[in-house]
């Protein structure tokens, strides 16, 4: 068996102690999750990560309906843990999630050793480019109802801070900054009261 190995990174602006509980909480999955793979958790309850926790989910890989099973073979948070596959449709697959506190934030190191039925070859041809479109579409964390809403909300503060600097110049900047903050969210796609593990409805 041949493994392969694929390596991507992103780095996040906040620190490492609110990164990580969000990469970590496996309800979060779902919202990780390409669109296209139709992520379904079905393990119960909460879901308290620690090293040997299994996690059992349903997904569509090229159409394909599959159950998956992960085990939680390391744990050590807020730094690193790594996840195996035991049932799936991988010969093997082992990814390690790494989180390097940095200056100006956190960076986000996902580290996946894999093999496939038929050898590289189909690895090559079907994983890879899957893997390469998920590199690009782990960052954002909003459906785009989510980004046209913080667009109307920083039109508000925007608004709302050309009325107010001529009364409250402190008020004034506050409510710019937070509609050039909220613009940033829309336009990434990207929530920070996401990324610090608070759930939103948008």
């Known amino acids: 068996m041949r493994i392969s190995s694929f390596e991507s990174e992103i780095c996040l602006p906040n620190g490492v102690d609110l990164i990580f509980p969000f990469f970590a909480d ?10 296209w793979l139709e992520f379904q958790m079905l393990t ?3 879901i308290l990560m620690h090293s040997g926790r299994l996690i059992d989910y349903r997904l569509r890989i ?8 992960t085990r939680i073979d390391v744990w050590d948070p807020p730094y690193r843990f790594v996840d195996s596959q035991l049932k799936g ?11 390097v506190p940095e200056r100006t934030g956190t960076r986000c190191i996902d580290q996946v050793q894999y093999a496939v039925p038929g050898g590289p070859w189909v690895g090559r041809l079907l994983v890879r480019p899957d893997l390469e479109r998920m590199k690009t579409l782990i960052v ?15 039109l508000i503060f925007g608004a709302i801070a050309f009325v107010v600097i001529p009364f409250s110049r402190r008020l004034g ?3 710019f900054l937070a509609a ?13 009261l996401r990324a610090c593990g608070i759930r939103t409805q948008i």
């Open 140 to 154: 954002p964390n909003l459906q785009s109802e989510g980004r046209w809403a913080r667009g109307a909300i920083a």
């Open 44 to 46: 119960k309850g909460p």
């Open 180 to 192: 050039i903050f909220t613009v940033f969210e829309a336009v990434r796609g990207w929530c920070v």
């Open 173 to 175: 900047l506050i409510l």
């Open 62 to 69: 090229r159409g394909i309906p599959l159950r998956w099973r």
């Open 89 to 99: 449709p991988y010969s093997f697959w082992r990814h390690e999630h790494l989180f």
């Open 26 to 35: 496996a309800r979060n999955l779902q919202v990780l999750t390409p669109p």
